[in-house]
């Protein structure tokens, strides 16, 4: 039985993309040399939906896959990782599954090559996005990316629209894709108007700059202007030098990242979220979060894959025990 017939409660519904993401399985090397790749299911709301279920929350996914091999594969995974797909929709117009071709030459030197013309994801419709199921949720989770082009902008912002009407807390996740939009303008509008009514903005220190089209921003400033809108957490990412969440009654929490053997440095933001998300569900505290989130990540650059290599909570957890960090 599906929580769409059973009216059960969601912990998390993330909307918005899911692909096809073809790991080099050969590592150190171009990808003009690479003449392999494992198969994944990618994108980032998909990838924090995946995260989450593994950690034990209940987790939906409101997106529209093809009507092809690739939407098969994605809807079959997403289902067996425990993910409720009744709000997924397949695409009946011909809209291709997006893919994702990976390049690991070094732990520091990743690329990554996307296949984004007239994908299906981005073909998701307003009236494909259902009030009922966004009500049953905690948190709607939302992804940047699929703010890029209509009619997925639109099918998001009546998602948003239907969380504040519901009382669900609106997360967004900032997981800007420079080549699906088509001007900095474009893309600061309409993340200023998403995260000014997000309850939770999570996002890199660079995707802040973009949404507030400006070069070498501060997170004060960042703050400060956030704080008069909607939102009551605000997480800023600073890569290896670790993570900050800030309150809007002023508090101020860092978690600094943890020690790993780098594979690849894809996937960490999705694996962050999705362990920040799960903390703060059980009730952690802010504090802690951070730790989750910053462990999770580590976990996963360390790995081949994005959804895959996921960790459970007893791995988060050990790595936590075994590198305390420090706050400020």
């Known amino acids: 039985m599906t929580n769409e017939a059973s009216g059960e409660k969601f912990d998390l519904i993330a909307i918005g993309r899911a692909c096809i993401d073809l790991n080099a399985t050969e590592y150190n090397r171009p990808m003009e040399e690479t003449m392999t790749f494992t198969k994944y299911v990618g994108g980032?709301?998909?990838?924090?939906?995946?995260g989450s279920a593994k950690l034990g929350l209940k987790t939906g996914f409101i997106g529209k896959i093809a009507d092809d091999q690739h939407g098969r594969f994605i809807r079959n995974y997403m289902a067996k990782a425990g993910i409720d797909v009744s709000g997924m929709v397949v695409d009946q117009e011909g809209h291709k599954t997006g893919l994702a071709f990976t390049e690991i030459k070094s732990p520091d030197e990743?690329?990554?090559?996307?296949?984004?013309?007239?994908?299906?994801?981005?073909?998701?419709?307003?009236?494909?996005?259902?009030?009922?199921?966004?009500?049953?949720?905690?948190?709607?989770?939302?992804?940047?990316?699929?703010?890029?082009?209509?009619?997925s902008r639109e099918a998001v912002l009546k998602a948003v629209h239907l969380a504040k009407k519901n009382g669900v807390e609106i997360v967004f996740e900032l997981d800007y894709r420079p080549y699906t939009w088509k001007s900095a303008e474009e893309t600061a509008v309409y993340y200023a108007l998403v995260a000014e009514q997000a309850d939770?903005?999570?996002?890199?220190?660079?995707?802040?700059?973009?949404?507030?089209?400006?070069?070498?921003?501060?997170?004060?400033?960042?703050?400060?202007?956030?704080?008069?809108?909607?939102?009551?957490?605000?997480?800023?990412?600073?890569?290896?030098?670790?993570?900050?969440?800030?309150?809007?009654?002023?508090?101020?929490?860092?978690?600094?990242?943890?020690?790993?053997?780098?594979?690849?440095?894809?996937?960490?933001?999705?694996?962050?979220?999705?362990?920040?998300?799960?903390?703060?569900?059980?009730?952690?505290?802010?504090e802690t979060a951070l730790k989750y989130g910053s462990a999770s990540a580590s976990i996963v650059v360390s790995r081949h894959s994005s959804s895959d290599a996921m960790p459970g909570v007893e791995e988060i957890e050990a790595l936590i025990a075994d590198q305390p960090v420090l706050h400020s």
């Open 200 to 286: 939770i903005v999570i996002g890199t220190r660079d995707e802040y700059d973009i949404m507030e089209n400006a070069v070498g921003g501060s997170n004060e400033r960042t703050t400060e202007a956030l704080f008069k809108h909607t939102p009551r957490i605000v997480v800023i990412k600073h890569g290896v030098e670790g993570s900050y969440a800030y309150t809007r009654e002023g508090g101020t929490y860092r978690a600094q990242a943890y020690k790993t053997k780098v594979l690849k440095t894809f996937g960490a933001g999705d694996s962050y979220a999705s362990a920040f998300l799960y903390a703060l569900a059980q009730g952690k505290g802010l």
């Open 44 to 50: 980032s709301p998909a990838n924090i939906a995946i």
């Open 110 to 151: 990743c690329s990554i090559l996307m296949y984004r013309d007239d994908v299906a994801d981005l073909y998701l419709k307003p009236d494909e996005v259902n009030e009922d199921y966004i009500r049953r949720a905690d948190l709607l989770v939302v992804s940047g990316t699929a703010l890029a082009q209509s009619p």
